[in-house]
């Protein structure tokens, strides 16, 4: 297993740093695309065991019109819909009513365990948040610096990174207190904040190390904090979705790590909450 994981990381590291730094925009988007084709594909598994390619199909049609209505050149012209931000904003307002879906269960899936619209429809405001998060971090000073939208990609990601090292060393060394054991028994109130500690000294040095005095320093500290605690949350709720489907991954297509969506959960939650956050603060 150990192999596995390590030869499956030595593949998709250099491959995920050439898709967020090097390559054009348009084929961003393309790579951001496949990504939750791929999710959403896992997902139909938590909705419909049976068949679980169809969720693909109504996700590849959001995501098909939501880029018809909003083209790549308005973001690369720093021209956000209103409807854009909306859906950053269902994004956020799902997470929150996520918090009562993992703090209640499981009396809380006695409401959406046998409808399997609720499920594909929590998919929906799970993964299309995150897709225009990824695309509103890359498109970011684009016109400026076309690598710099990918280093605030990078820096949320590393915050999560971050969190999660924080968490599971804390975790085996002063973890005593179980934070959601109905949803993760592994995880505890001390790795939590370990994880939070570690993110944010890593937010607070990136911001007051390479950020310009223009920039809003506090926006982006604030906003990673947010976006830590809401990693946290998609990880949870994640695990939540895959207890109830009787899971242990969401698929098999990357070896020793599971599924896509194994190992984009906590950012679908963080993207969305650091974008909207930051956009609200600055």
């Known amino acids: 297993m150990l192999k596995q994981r390590l030869l499956t990381a030595l593949i998709l590291i250099p491959l995920a740093v050439g898709w967020m730094f090097f390559l054009p925009f348009d084929y961003f988007t393309l790579g951001a695309v496949l990504i939750c084709l791929l999710a959403s594909r896992e997902w139909g598994r938590f909705v419909w065991p049976e068949q679980p390619s169809w969720l693909a199909l109504p996700m590849g049609g959001v995501l098909a019109v939501t880029l018809f209505l ?9 021209s956000i819909p209103v409807w854009v931000e909306g859906i950053l904003v269902a994004g956020a307002l799902w997470w929150l009513f996520a918090v009562w879906m993992v703090v209640r269960y499981p009396r809380s899936a006695s409401c959406w365990r046998t409808s399997r619209w609720l499920k594909a429809g929590f998919g929906l405001l799970t993964l299309l948040p995150f897709f225009w998060a990824m695309l509103l971090l890359r498109s970011y000073q684009y016109a400026q610096d076309t690598q710099y939208g990918g280093w605030a990609l990078f820096f949320v990601m590393l915050l999560v990174w971050c969190a999660d090292s924080g968490a599971y060393f804390c975790g085996r060394a002063l973890g005593r207190h179980k934070l959601m054991p109905a949803v993760s028994p592994k995880k505890t109130i001390e790795g939590l904040l370990g994880g939070l500690v570690l993110a944010t000294a890593v937010a607070a040095i990136t911001a007051y ?22 990693s946290v949350l998609g990880d949870l709720a994640e695990s939540l979705f895959k207890r109830e489907a009787g899971l242990k991954d969401s698929g098999s297509l990357l070896p020793g790590h599971g599924g896509v969506l194994d190992r984009i959960d906590s950012l679908t939650a963080a993207l969305p909450v650091f974008v909207i956050s930051y956009l609200l603060l600055s």
């Open 209 to 230: 190390g390479f950020l310009t005095a223009d920039e809003n320093r506090l926006a982006v500290i604030v906003s990673a904090v947010l976006a830590v605690l809401a």
């Open 70 to 78: 909003a083209p790549t050149s308005h973001l690369l012209s720093m």
